[in-house]
């Protein structure tokens, strides 16, 4: 079993910024992808941002611009910097991998592994 410790959510004021980071122990984790995902209560879980092991990045539309998805290989650490937060991007926020090396992680079902999940909340 993957292990993705999360940790960096909490209440903000709209304009705001706020850093999550994912750890993950024990795997090989520069060869994976890695997902920031997030679902709003009564909302499907949306996928976010993705970093493949190669580096290359993917955002939803909503967030283009203002959130940044990066990766520290020597310290099997995915990260997730929200700029310009808005009150709808209030959710629970999770950190996500795929069991295979082979999946890019463009779309929430490719993913497996997922984190205990971090409340973000965006106040007006």
């Known amino acids: 079993q993957v292990q993705l410790i999360e940790s960096g959510g909490g209440l903000v004021q709209a304009g705001g910024s706020l850093r999550l980071s994912c750890a993950v122990p024990?795997?090989?984790?520069?060869?994976?992808?890695m997902g920031w995902l997030r679902q709003a209560p009564g909302a499907q879980r949306e996928l976010v941002a993705a970093?493949?092991?190669?580096?290359?990045?993917n955002y939803a539309d909503s967030v283009k611009g203002r959130f940044t998805i990066s990766r520290d290989n020597a310290k099997n650490t995915v990260y997730l910097q929200m700029n310009s937060l808005k009150p709808e991007d209030t959710a629970v926020y999770y950190c996500?991998?795929?069991?295979?090396?082979?999946?890019?992680?463009?779309?929430?079902?490719?993913?497996?592994?997922w984190g205990q999940g971090t409340q973000v909340t965006v106040s007006s």
């Open positions: 970093i493949s092991s190669g580096g290359s990045t």
């Open positions: 024990g795997r090989t984790f520069s060869r994976y992808a």
């Open positions: 996500a991998t795929p069991r295979l090396t082979t999946i890019i992680g463009s779309r929430p079902q490719e993913y497996d592994y």
